[in-house]
């Protein structure tokens, strides 16, 4: 079974500087994608940045961008230039290609210290 | 979000009483979700629909039932509230491929006393 670990549960950064939110990932098909999506306290979910396995490039959307390691199964998340307004819970997700499922991690909060 | 709106937003019910909560979209997508979020347990699927009348269990389904009898409604029923079923729910859609990533509605807070 495809399962998503976030093992952060919270962090803390001073604003302006650069954060790593780690996420690992299991599955055993080659075609899937990943996501993260920032929860801030208004409850709202978005979508910050979406990757597809078959693409080695990183995903960059910004100041967002991630660190995807295939054969290690990691997706880590980076913030530079860390504001304010990125205080927020943080969750990553993966769906694998024709399924219906999005399977998400158990969130890590983030601090941003002014 | 533009294009999905949960109902009520907030809810606080009796034990034992049923409960149903609204998800409503003007996109015309398919895929229409269910999900519950705690904390510790990050966000679960409840149940999900792949058309109208078409849906299926998630991994946290037992008390809970779905219909889908338009496209843009997707409702979720707590037959017996517990105190259990306290959380936040939300609702989602996707009307694209897997890697379209999902469109959330706003959430309900759900208080079971």
């Known amino acids: 079974a495809q399962t998503v670990t976030q093992s952060q549960p919270e962090m803390s950064v001073q604003e302006a500087e650069t954060v790593t939110l780690s996420c690992t990932y299991d599955?055993?098909?080659?075609?899937?994608?990943l996501f993260w999506y920032k929860q801030p306290p208004s409850r709202q979910m978005i979508l910050v940045i979406r990757q597809e396995a078959y693409k080695q490039q990183n995903a960059t959307e910004n100041r967002f961008s991630v660190n995807f390691q295939k054969a290690a199964k990691s997706f880590s998340l980076k913030i530079s230039d860390s504001q304010l307004g990125d205080a927020a819970m943080y969750f990553c997700a993966s769906i694998t290609s024709g399924t219906y499922k999005y399977i998400f991690g158990t969130g890590t909060r983030l601090k941003v210290l002014a | 979000d533009a294009g999905i709106t949960q109902s009520p937003r907030h809810k606080v019910t009796e034990t034992g009483t049923p409960v149903t909560l609204r998800c409503h979209q003007t996109e015309n997508h398919r895929y229409m979700y269910w999900y519950r979020q705690d904390p510790g347990h990050g966000l679960r699927l409840i149940h999900y629909s792949y058309g109208v009348k078409d849906t299926d269990k998630g991994e946290v389904s037992d008390g809970y039932s779905v219909s889908r009898s338009k496209t843009e409604d997707f409702l979720l029923t707590l037959e017996s509230a517990t105190s259990s079923q306290t959380s936040v729910y939300f609702c989602a859609i996707r009307g694209g491929p897997a890697n379209y990533g999902y469109t959330f509605g706003s959430g309900t807070r759900l208080t079971v006393v």
């Open positions: 599955t055993s098909e080659s075609d899937y994608y």
